[in-house]
């Protein structure tokens, strides 16, 4: 039952972000989230558009729900923007898990850190670990990111019974990597400019 809910919210949110992104939704936004929960629900050929949504992109993570629903918020003007600092925190740490987990199911390495989420005591307290840290680096998002993955695991909310899977999935992952080369690309460019800017100084 949860997995239906699961896959109709995955629904809302990934076509309120993706909706909500175009300027011309702006004055409409806070409609978009009721008329996309009624869309879910119409079926197409005995499936609901929720559940072709689902087809495409499997359960989604506990923690990428969270995050989705974090910047629905944000769209909506509900919250604020994170700090750049924050931001990197939250990148980093899913694209390092992406890291360790995503090598060994391409085949690229011969450990199997899957394996670890079938008997996750040990991964809980090194994410318990980081979580703390993120609560006195004062990293709200990062926190809920993942105390709300390791409560529904211990709820079992999902079907599977491996950690890893309510924690990261690969649209999670590839987002965190792709907008984390992006933030160390803009990084790296301001600090040439730097650069550039003091040597014209000390030529002028």
């Avoid at 896959?7 to 996309?36: C, K, Q």
């Avoid at 197409?44 to 499997?58: C, I, N, Q």
């Avoid at 700090?83 to 390495?109: E, K, N, S």
Wanted: charged share 10%; with cysteine.
């Amino acid at each position: 039952m949860f997995s239906e809910w699961q896959a109709h919210l995955s629904f809302i949110l990934l076509g309120f972000l993706l909706l909500s992104a175009l300027r011309i939704t702006a004055p409409w936004r806070p409609w978009l989230l009721p008329v996309l929960a009624l869309l879910g629900f119409v079926p197409v050929a005995e499936l609901s558009l929720a559940g072709y949504v689902r087809s495409f992109t499997d359960d989604l993570a506990i923690s990428t729900l969270v995050f989705m629903g974090w910047a629905c918020l944000l769209r909506l003007g509900v919250l604020r923007p994170l700090a750049v600092a924050q931001r990197r925190q939250v990148l980093l740490l899913f694209a390092v898990l992406a890291v360790v987990l995503y090598p060994a199911t391409l085949g690229l390495t011969y450990v199997d850190p899957y394996r670890w989420g079938f008997n996750p005591r040990p991964m809980i307290v090194a994410i318990g670990l980081v979580a703390l840290l993120l609560l006195c680096l004062r990293n709200a998002l990062g926190v809920w990111l993942l105390a709300a993955a390791t409560l529904a695991f211990a709820l079992r909310l999902k079907a599977s019974e491996n950690y890893w899977d309510y924690l990261i999935d690969p649209l999670l992952a590839g987002y965190c990597l792709i907008a984390g080369a992006g933030l160390l690309a803009a990084e790296i460019w301001r600090r040439l400019r730097n650069v550039r800017g003091s040597f014209n100084t000390h030529q002028g």
